[in-house]
C-alpha cells in the first residue's frame, strides 16, 4: 500500500476501523460514488451509501491490487467482507488536486 496516495490508503483504513465520519471527509464536497451505476453525489448521499452498504455493514477492505492508470486516476481490487456484499471487485478512483477522492466507482471485473 506504500505506493497509493494517502486518500486510497486512508479510505481502506478508514473503512476496516469503522470510522464514518473520516471515510465521508476523504471525498470532494461534490465527490461522486458510482456503484453500479446508482450515483451518490455530494457529502450527504455518501454518508447514506457508507451507511446502507459499506460501513453499516460492517465491510473490511484488503487490498488485492492497485494500478495507476493516470495521474489522478487508479484502479484497484479489493477483497470485501462482512454483512453486504463479500468477494473482489474492481474499485476506479479519481483524485482532485487536493487529493481527496473526487470519484470512485465501483466497475465490472
Known amino acids: 500500500m506504500n505506493n497509493l496516495p494517502q486518500g486510497l490508503q486512508d479510505l481502506i483504513l478508514t473503512t476496516n476501523a469503522g470510522d464514518s465520519t ?3 471527509n476523504l471525498f470532494a464536497s461534490d465527490g461522486v460514488i458510482d456503484d453500479w451505476g446508482n450515483k451518490y453525489v455530494g457529502t450527504e448521499r455518501i454518508a447514506s ?10 465491510s473490511q477492505f484488503s487490498l488485492v491490487d492497485a494500478t495507476q492508470e493516470a495521474d489522478d486516476q487508479w484502479l484497484l481490487h479489493i477483497k470485501v467482507a462482512g454483512n453486504g456484499f463479500n468477494g473482489t471487485s474492481p474499485f476506479r478512483f479519481v483524485l482532485n488536486k487536493d487529493g481527496k477522492i473526487q470519484s470512485m466507482q465501483i466497475v465490472s471485473d
Open 49 to 58: 451509501w457508507n451507511q446502507t452498504d459499506n460501513i453499516g455493514k460492517k
Open 22 to 24: 473520516k471515510f465521508v
